[in-house]
T-cell receptor
């Protein structure tokens, strides 16, 4: 099964961009890359997802490497409310459907 | 106005008991899920239901059984509770199935403590 690898923790300053990496070197051709985040004592919250092309939405951008073996979640201007655990998730749509979670990156934002 | 709601929020019980956690979504979604988050914060999918059909069943003990009386509800029944079942359980729903599209909306979680 394809797995994801993320740094355990990262730290950034308020109003600066944040780049959260995720490695998924064994990703399959039809695996989607999803990002969720979890604020303290809350359920996970969808951030963004993509397949091959880079994606932008109101929350973040997702940059996917050309070989799809890695991706980067970009928060363009971090705020204190962005402090959370960020999960990089592969969703397989071929064969047995499984969700494969990364261990998550705990993002700390300094004022 | 809550999109995905779970009850109860906290559940403390003794080993060997049988308990249920309820989940309701008012988003009109087709697919609902149950996740378990253990003390190390690893989040793992347990089940999902699409149109009353179980489409994912990860290797969870058969003491856990999802029951969906209708599209808006997916309840989790747990028999013969064990200490290792202590965790936070999250319900979620999405419009599409897991086929790569559609965000999942999560409930606030139910913290289960087995004594």
């Amino acid at each position: 099964d394809a797995k994801t690898t993320q740094p355990n923790s990262m730290e950034s300053n308020e109003e600066e961009p944040v780049h959260l990496p995720c490695n998924h070197s064994t990703i399959s051709g039809t695996d989607y890359i999803h990002w969720y985040r979890q604020l303290p004592s809350q359920g996970p919250e969808y951030v963004i997802h993509g397949l091959t092309s880079n994606v932008n939405n109101r929350m973040a951008s997702l940059a996917i490497a050309e070989d799809r073996k890695s991706s980067t979640l970009i928060l363009h201007r971090a705020t204190l409310r962005d402090a959370a655990v960020y999960y990089c998730i592969l969703i397989k749509i071929q064969g047995a459907q499984k969700l494969v979670f990364g261990q998550g990156t705990r993002l700390t934002i300094n004022p | 106005d809550t999109a995905v709601s779970q009850t109860p929020k906290y559940l403390v019980t003794q080993m060997g008991n049988d308990k249920s956690i309820k989940c309701e979504q008012n988003l009109g979604h087709d697919t609902m899920y149950w996740y378990k988050q253990d003390s190390k914060k690893f989040l793992k999918i347990m089940f999902s239901y699409n149109n009353k059909e179980l489409i994912i069943n990860e290797t969870v003990p058969n003491r856990f059984s999802p029951k969906s009386p209708d599209k808006a509800h997916l309840n989790l029944h747990i028999n013969s509770l064990e200490l290792g079942d202590s965790a936070v359980y999250f319900c979620a729903s999405s419009q599409a199935g897991l086929a790569g599209v559609g965000e999942q909306f999560f409930g606030p979680g139910t913290r289960l403590t087995v004594l």
